[in-house]
């Protein structure tokens, strides 16, 4: 998603279509009651350059786990629009919408606390100053520990955008991890993510590539609604231009669950 970051530059650079780092702090792969759940992700975060480039988003994230189970796994459509406002220093500023995301994910139990599972989505083709006019196929996959105060996911992502002979955007690979510990409400803990293009889109394209760690805060209220805090900052980049750092929080709701 910086791509757009570095289109406000007309600079010949792409990345992940979908964004590193996005799936931090969510047990993607729990087990969780029937239900409607939304998370609204509200992000923020400057990449150092010349000049710098201020990227902030609002995402509210729609997770269905549903009663249905296919070959033991539980399934759960997901949906999810996403805005962006892009400022660049003493420059233009644009906001609009990204490309739509919808999928569906599958989850299996594995005992001992442990979920494994896999999603298969899309960023849907979409018109817009700020969306890709292309359908690019996002696959996710992995595995999340959660008992005893003690949260582990690590969760991989890999994408191919779908356009025709003149290819503008590469495949990629992303993982997003999050270590936490629950005292009581409270929880605590770090993050970290990493991606990588898996190809050169046209001739003269620079890979990028980048790591980036940073500690997580959260609190969870009786109600049901948690609220968590992440800080990001990137310890290694190639290609970008400059180094990001990031404020993400997560409001969580469940919006109804079964009896």
């Known amino acids: 998603?910086?791509?757009?970051?570095?289109?406000?530059?007309?600079?010949?650079?792409?990345?992940?279509?979908?964004?590193?780092?996005?799936?931090?702090?969510?047990?993607?792969?729990?087990?969780?009651?029937?239900?409607?759940?939304?998370?609204?992700?509200?992000?923020?975060?400057?990449?150092?350059?010349?000049?710098?480039?201020?990227?902030?988003?609002?995402?509210?994230?729609?997770?269905?786990?549903?009663?249905?189970?296919?070959?033991?796994?539980?399934?759960?459509?997901?949906?999810?629009?996403?805005?962006?406002?892009?400022?660049?220093?003493?420059?233009?500023?644009t906001s609009g919408f990204y490309n739509t995301y919808g999928g569906v994910q599958a989850t299996w139990q594995l005992g001992g606390g442990w979920g494994a599972g896999a999603r298969v989505g899309a960023f849907i083709e979409q018109d817009g100053k700020l969306a890709k006019h292309f359908t690019t196929l996002d696959t996710r996959f992995g595995a999340t520990y959660l008992k005893n105060g003690t949260h582990f996911t690590a969760n991989f992502n890999y994408g191919r955008p779908l356009e025709g002979k003149v290819k503008t955007a590469p495949d990629y690979m992303n993982l997003d991890v999050t270590y936490s510990r629950h005292a009581g409400p409270v929880e605590y803990g770090a993050?970290?993510?990493?991606?990588?293009d898996l190809n050169r889109p046209f001739d003269g394209y620079a890979k990028q590539r980048q790591v980036a760690v940073g500690p997580l805060l959260g609190y969870d209220f009786k109600s049901g609604i948690s609220v968590q805090l992440r800080a990001t900052a990137d310890v290694y980049q190639r290609n970008y231009g400059g180094s990001d750092k990031r404020i993400w929080s997560t409001i969580a709701i469940p919006l109804f669950m079964a009896k």
């Open 1 to 93: 998603m910086t791509a757009a970051m570095l289109a406000s530059l007309g600079t010949a650079h792409a990345d992940s279509v979908n964004q590193p780092g996005f799936t931090l702090g969510f047990p993607v792969y729990a087990d969780l009651p029937e239900g409607l759940y939304l998370a609204m992700i509200p992000e923020t975060g400057v990449r150092d350059g010349d000049p710098d480039v201020t990227l902030s988003a609002l995402t509210p994230f729609f997770f269905y786990q549903s009663p249905l189970k296919i070959a033991g796994a539980r399934i759960a459509p997901v949906f999810s629009p996403i805005y962006l406002d892009v400022k660049v220093k003493n420059g233009p500023r």
């Open 191 to 196: 993050v970290a993510f990493g991606s990588t």
